[in-house]
């Protein structure tokens, strides 16, 4: 079942005073609207990150009609976090709603399985997933990703973990057994190897555990100096929470490399969060131009900040529909070539889309977990205490991109 939200268009006054010379190629159709797919786990173990996207998505749709002055319609497909479920949902789009953009595709295994099929359908996909191979590998003319991924997630947590802890030589990871968890705990590996760290233990997990216990269990038995978590969402989550009431926190320092960012530390409370490293895409206390307008717009509109999920839909979101009025068609060749080599201000500050591989080069954040008297407000969980860009080349990462 395919669920739609509509916008209508904004008036002709703003129609007219907001299609600059240049911008708009052709104008759209009287009542025709651009539609987008919205294909995120609505349901299952990461439906929070799913509706957060949901909701993100929506607010782009809005401020896309309201700017461009045509009509969108968005469609949130339910993944379920399934390949087989994602692939299903986005051929029924295509061929059903003839939709041709999507945002979304929170999951690796999901995002690289979707973008072919997006790139078969002749369209364009933009997704937050993490592992290399998307924009690598496996990657394609259709997809595009704003996330930094799992090379420079590692990159950007543990190698400065590793400088401010130089007598933490014993690091131990457990890992959710799939393409996204293999790439964090490569790169690991990687910068462990190049320290000189004693990788003393992996456990492997796989996407449906609940229960970490037997894991943590191992890890207190091979006496790390630092316990990295390469999980994500409610996993990561569990196995926090989890590790806490074993008392992991007063033993050793934990590092989760991939955190979800504010919905995770509302779940989690403060207790938990103090004195933990979080590795994360966005934060809404990143003082730049666009973050600040969209932290106000979330607050006014909704009512609290907006996070990772809701911030990454958002702007994957708006990079598309405002590449297919620049365009004049949602078809993914006019699109794909719209946003590649764009630079723009987004959410972590001046971002651009590298053309030959289709990856967003922006700011990766490193948050450390703050007393609760600490605390400015409810949500002032976590201080910056890094933040920067690491990236493969494309050559590197293996991306071929087609002719």
């Known amino acids: 079942m395919i669920n739609r939200r509509k916008f209508l268009t904004t008036s002709s006054i703003a129609a007219a005073s907001l299609a600059a010379p240049g911008l708009l190629t052709r104008a759209f159709a009287a009542g025709e609207a651009l539609k987008l797919g919205v294909p995120v786990p609505i349901s299952g173990a990461f439906a929070a990150n799913g509706k957060f996207a949901t909701i993100g998505s929506l607010m782009a749709a809005e401020d896309a009609a309201a700017a461009h002055g045509i009509g969108v319609t968005t469609f949130d497909l339910d993944t379920e976090g399934k390949p087989a479920t994602a692939v299903r949902k986005v051929q029924d789009a295509l061929a059903q709603e003839g939709i041709k953009l999507f945002a979304g595709g929170i999951l690796s295994s999901e995002s690289l399985a979707m973008g072919k099929e997006i790139e078969r359908g002749g369209g364009a996909f933009m997704t937050t997933a993490g592992a290399d191979e998307i924009t690598g590998v496996d990657c394609n003319k259709a997809t595009f990703r704003w996330s930094v991924p799992t090379f420079g997630a590692i990159n950007q947590t543990v190698r400065p973990i590793i400088e401010a802890l130089p007598d933490a030589?014993?690091?131990?990871?457990?890992?959710?057994?799939?393409?996204?968890?293999?790439?964090?705990?490569?790169?690991?590996?990687?910068?462990?190897?190049?320290?000189?760290?004693?990788?003393?233990?992996?456990?492997?997990h796989s996407l449906t555990d609940k229960e970490f216990s037997g894991y943590l269990t191992n890890a207190i038995a091979a006496q790390p100096d630092v316990l990295l978590l390469l999980n994500f969402g409610a996993q990561s989550s569990d196995t926090l929470r989890q590790a806490v009431s074993f008392g992991l926190k007063e033993r050793m320092t934990i590092v989760v490399a991939w955190a979800s960012g504010l919905e995770q530390f509302e779940a989690l409370g403060p207790d938990i969060c103090e004195g933990i490293y979080f590795g994360t895409q966005y934060w809404h206390g990143a003082d730049t131009p666009m973050n600040r307008d969209l932290v106000a717009k979330v607050r006014e509109k909704h009512g609290f900040n907006p996070n990772y999920s809701f911030a990454g839909s958002y702007i994957c979101t708006r990079l598309l529909l405002d590449a297919a009025v620049k365009a004049g068609s949602p078809d993914g060749a006019g699109v794909a070539a719209a946003l590649s080599g764009l630079t723009y201000e987004g959410p972590t500050g001046t971002e651009e889309i590298r053309a030959a591989d289709h990856q967003v080069l922006k700011d990766y954040y490193l948050l450390k977990g703050k007393a609760k008297a600490d605390m400015a407000d409810k949500d002032d969980y976590v201080e910056i205490v890094g933040a920067g860009k690491s990236f493969l080349s494309p050559e590197e990462a293996g991306c071929k991109m087609p002719a």
């Open 169 to 204: 030589k014993k690091w131990y990871t457990i890992t959710p057994q799939y393409v996204f968890g293999d790439g964090l705990l490569n790169a690991a590996k990687a910068v462990f190897a190049e320290k000189g760290i004693e990788h003393v233990g992996n456990s492997y």
